[in-house]
């Protein structure tokens, strides 16, 4: 299948321009200019705000126009990432397509389906004559994936509508009605540095895992890239004496790391005993994600030495006690909803800056006390170690809505539209949903979208048969709402 083949083609036409444009988390505005100047082109009334969000509006069609309207909803922001050899530049360079079957691929890098597809669907249906719906005010959001700044900042009361359509799913035939809030954590770490004493420097570093979703792929038992080079780091440290360079592992709280490094100098007469431990970790690895991530490497190369500095014995090991007890993955499930995770937290990103090293953490919960507790307990371990605390960016969980006209209708619609029932469920991810509900005055919502695999990692994909299905099912709930 090739591009222009593509159906339905307003939409995926939509998606392949945005798919143009930079759009990197705090980086939206060359995204949001263009949105304001599309709408200003179809003659739409349009606002942009401070923080980069565009609003448009649209009366409603022929015979509908003073009807209650619908906020239809998406964000403009994507998460970056790209393979190890990838010379992508995100800040100019379009992301490139890859057709497979069924399948709308990037080349080496995240796709931005999450969530340029729906941006691409709310603005076909804001371009089309022909669509029944009542009038509609469309919100774009910057900023969803790094803090959800967006939605926190914009104002309610530029909306007159009390029900919200969000594309922010990632499953066709299932509509969110509830999900998870959460938090990220900081530990940050000084750096004290003194003179090499060891002549050798080698890269000891983890890659080739799958990554993923800090939520939605969380309980898939991936491998956390930054958890097994602190693994591999203390057994070194367990049987010989080492230098530690340089450290860092992952790229963004969200995303479940692929690759993490550090830096040692060692003494040459150890280097044999090291490679056989290397070979020795390395399978235990493998043998330990044969089936969730069976591609886990452990190498140990040498380079060439540039000169910098080694952190103390006391900073090393610090750093090592805290990957070794920092908890990661899965910490409950849902005693409400059956094989839903209630509570996790990823260790997603270290960062070897100027003058501290800096340790990440995703926590999301449904139970508002978990996340403190969490929190609580990445406090307790810096203050321990001799780090420092910083809790960012929370955001509520969103709670089932016993009654919902708009749920009634979008149920009343799929049975229509694909002779099935719509599965409801609550998903453990932060969607702007939490916020919205938080800060407007009784809105209405549900949360739909197509098949999305591996999102927030290079192997994202998009369905090209389920973005056709899940917009005709938006909008049949248009018609009927």
Known sequence: M?????????????FKEISNIPRCSLEEKQISDYL????????????????????????????????????????????CEKRPESDHDFSKDPILWDIKEDWIYAKDTTLGADNGIAVAMIMAVLESEDISHPPLEALITSDEESGMTGALKVNPKLFKSKRLINLDSEEEGVACVAC????????????????????????????????????????KGLGNANKLLGRALYRFSKEFSFELLHIEGGAKPNAIPRDATAYIG????????????????????????????????????????????????????????????????????????????????????????????VFTSALRSSVESHIEYMSNIHEVLARSLGG?????????????????????????????????????????????????????????????????????????????????KVYEFFIKILENI
């Not at 705000?49 to 509006?57: A, C, G, Y």
């Not at 940050?188 to 004493?197: G, M, N, S, T, Y």
């Not at 949360?447 to 056709?468: M, Q, V």
């Open 2 to 14: 090739i591009f222009k083949d593509l159906e339905p083609k307003n939409v995926f036409q939509n």
């Open 36 to 79: 304001v100047q599309w709408a200003n082109e179809r003659n739409l009334e349009v606002i942009q705000d401070e923080w980069w969000n565009v609003i448009i509006k649209k009366s409603g069609s022929p015979g509908r126009e003073d009807e209650e309207p619908v906020i239809l909803q998406g964000h403009m922001d994507m998460v």
């Open 180 to 219: 998870a809030g959460g938090e990220n954590d900081y530990v940050l770490f000084k750096k004290d540095i003194i003179k090499r004493r060891y002549p050798k420097t080698y890269e000891l570093k983890i890659s080739g895992l799958k990554g993923g979703h800090s939520g939605m792929d969380i309980h």
């Open 266 to 357: 060692v003494k040459e007469e150890d280097i044999k005993e090291m490679q056989r431990l290397v070979v020795i970790l390395g399978g235990e690895f493998t043998k330990e994600f044969a089936f969730s991530d069976p591609r886990v490497k452990l190498s140990f190369e040498e380079m060439v030495d540039d000169g910098r500095l080694a952190f103390t014995d006391e900073s090393r090991d610090a750093f090592i006690s805290y990957l070794m007890l920092v908890p990661n993955g899965v910490q409950s499930y849902s005693q409400k909803m059956n094989g839903l995770v209630e509570t996790s937290t990823n260790i997603g990103v270290i960062e070897d800056n100027k003058d501290e090293v």
């Open 388 to 468: 420092r605390f910083e809790g960012k960016g929370r955001y509520p969980s969103w709670e089932f809505r016993h009654k919902s006209p708009l749920r009634d209708v979008a149920v009343k619609s799929y049975k229509e539209y694909a002779n099935e029932e719509l599965q409801l469920e609550s998903i453990h991810a932060g969607l702007e949903c939490a916020l919205f509900d938080q800060r407007f005055q009784d809105l209405d919502m549900i949360s739909i979208g197509p098949n999305i695999k591996g999102a927030h990692s290079p192997d994202e994909r998009l369905s090209i048969s389920s973005t056709k």
